[in-house]
């Protein structure tokens, strides 16, 4: 029977994974000392036991070395294999170098936690130009997809949903919900000058004809790109539209500045802990790490 291993915050998820796969909770403790070590302890003996570490990267300078920590000491420890549940897999954007000297963060991160864990298992991954995460991970990386359980929820919830992409990255996301919810769709253009400048092309009137505007978007950090095309709804006269986000970031004051933007409901998975979160990851996540 393998361990999860949530680190603090991840309880909830933990609970919801072992309630499928059957694995014992054994939760990582961490105390921070005043000069900005961290001290970490882990909640069991893996002694010949495989031991699944979970958490989401959303903070992943925070939690690098800690997650490192704790994966070595399992290893010095006796654990079989060890492997990282990382629902958000952070430091997957840059994934080429943009502006001289600057660093490729994608393939040293993927490093940094190949040499850590034996196994990685995650959701949706924000992949730009790398076609998959084995081109990054010398260890098995799988990736979960979350279209079916978004479908389901919009099914259920908005039943006459028209689907919006706020850019081209998106439609991956969008198209494949939108086949599987039976749903139209339209996907925007999106021209960012800035972290936070964003602007965004107008959708097809006739799409929106078809029922109550979705905007589906995989993370939503400083909100720029959902706040511009709720201003682009609101401008054409448009119903207020739900924001599906499978991974809320949500930097300070974002999740505000949507809502005064015009969403009439924000929901997103449980990856990140979040007060959005409707939609559960936890089944999918638990198949993943029982067949890792």
Known sequence: MKIIAPFPGME???RNMAAVSGAEIHPVALHSFPDGETRVTLGGDP?????????????????????????LTARELGATRIGLVAPYL???????????????????????LDACF?????????????PSLSALFNIPAHRVATAPLLADWI????PDAVLLGPDRESRQWVAEVARLSG????????????????????????????????????????????????EHLGRIGAPPATCVVIHAVFAPGAEEAIRRAGARRIV?????????????????????????
């Open 47 to 71: 002694a010949g036991r495989e031991i699944a570490f979970l958490a989401t990267l959303r903070d992943p300078d925070r939690l690098a070395l800690p997650l490192r920590f704790a994966a």
């Open 118 to 130: 034996d196994w990685l298992v995650t959701a949706d991954p924000h992949l730009h130009r790398t």
């Open 90 to 112: 952070g430091y997957m954007r840059q994934d080429k170098r943009f502006h001289p000297r600057e660093a490729v963060s994608a393939p040293i991160f993927a490093g940094f």
């Open 183 to 230: 749903r139209p769709y339209d996907v925007l253009t999106k021209h960012r000058s800035g972290d936070r400048q964003v602007e965004i092309s107008l959708p097809d009137p006739s799409v929106l004809r078809q029922g109550t505007p979705v905007i589906l978007d995989d993370i939503a950090s400083s909100g720029r790109t959902l706040i511009r095309t709720l």
């Open 155 to 158: 099914a259920a919830t908005v």
């Open 268 to 292: 997103s998975t449980d990856t990140i802990p979040h007060p959005t979160n409707a939609i559960g990851v936890g089944a999918l996540l638990a198949a993943a790490m029982k067949s890792s």
């Open 12 to 14: 909830p998820l933990a």
